[in-house]
C-alpha cells in the first residue's frame, strides 16, 4: 500500500531562519511527487512536482528535493507569508489507468516576524 | 472559469439528511476528482471522472455517498442520510484528464458540519 509520512507535523520559524520538511514515501514505483500550499480555509495550491531521484525544483524561497525514499522541501528565509501547511502527495507508476494521489497529513508552518 | 468553483462553501446539516455539493471545473479540463480533508487527516480520495464517467468508485466511504458528473463540466456529489462522522471538508480538482502528468487545480472546498 502506498503511504507517505510527513515530518514535522508543525515548524515555528522565525522570519529569516530556514528550514527544511520532510516526506518520506512508500510506494511501488514512483509515478509522480507533488507538493501544495494550502492554507487556511482554502483548497491546495500547487507547488512542484518531482519525478525521479535527484531532481529539483525550485520557486522564490522554496526549494524541493527528490530521493528514492523521501522529498524534502527547503525554505530558505521565510517571510510570514510562507505560513501555511504544506502537503505532500505521490502517484504510482502502473501499467494502465489512473493512479490516484496519496497524502501525507501535511506540515504546519508558522512563520513569525 | 479561472479556478475550480464549490458550492455552497459551508454547509450545515442534520443527521439523516441528504446533501449535494457541487463542483465546476477549470473549462477544458476533462478530469474531476473528489476528496475529503478529516480534521487531522490527510486528503482521502474519493471518486474522479474522466469525462461523465467514473471508472472507479471503490474510494467512496459507504453507499451513502454518490455522486456524478454531466456535459463533462459540473459534478454533484451526493451524500444521503448524513452521519455525524460526515463531517469534514469536500474538496473538488480538476485536471487537463486523469491519466497523464497532469497536475491537479483544488477548489476552495464545503465544508460540511452534520449536527
Known amino acids: 500500500e502506498d503511504q507517505v509520512t510527513q515530518s514535522p507535523e508543525a515548524l515555528r520559524l522565525q522570519e529569516g531562519e530556514s528550514s527544511s520538511l520532510n516526506c518520506s514515501y512508500t510506494?511501488?514505483?514512483?509515478?509522480?511527487l507533488f507538493w501544495y500550499r494550502q492554507d487556511p480555509g482554502k483548497g491546495p495550491e500547487f507547488l512542484f512536482t518531482?519525478?525521479?531521484a535527484g531532481e529539483e525544483k525550485e520557486k522564490e524561497r522554496l526549494k524541493a528535493t527528490l530521493t528514492k525514499k523521501e522529498s524534502f522541501l527547503h525554505i530558505t528565509a521565510p517571510k510570514p507569508e510562507d505560513s501555511a501547511t504544506y502537503l505532500c502527495a505521490v502517484q504510482a507508476r502502473r501499467n494502465t489507468g489512473f493512479q490516484k494521489l496519496v497524502f501525507g497529513t501535511g506540515t504546519r508552518l508558522l512563520v513569525s516576524p | 472559469g479561472a479556478g475550480v468553483s464549490q458550492s455552497p462553501s459551508n454547509k450545515v446539516t442534520e443527521k439523516g439528511k441528504d446533501v449535494e455539493l457541487r463542483c465546476d471545473p477549470i473549462s477544458g479540463h476533462t478530469a474531476l476528482y473528489w476528496y475529503r480533508q478529516s480534521l487531522g487527516q490527510g486528503l482521502e480520495f474519493l471518486i474522479y471522472?474522466?469525462?461523465?464517467?467514473?471508472?472507479?468508485k471503490s474510494g467512496l466511504p459507504s453507499d451513502r455517498f454518490s455522486a456524478e458528473r454531466t456535459g463533462g463540466s459540473v459534478s454533484t456529489l451526493t451524500i444521503q442520510r448524513t452521519q455525524q462522522e460526515d463531517s469534514a471538508v469536500y474538496l473538488c480538482a480538476s485536471s487537463l484528464e486523469a491519466t497523464s502528468y497532469n497536475e491537479q487545480f483544488f477548489g476552495p472546498g464545503t465544508r460540511l458540519t452534520v449536527l
Open positions: 510506494v511501488s514505483g514512483l509515478r509522480g
Open positions: 471522472f474522466q469525462g461523465n464517467s467514473a471508472p472507479d
Open positions: 518531482l519525478y525521479s
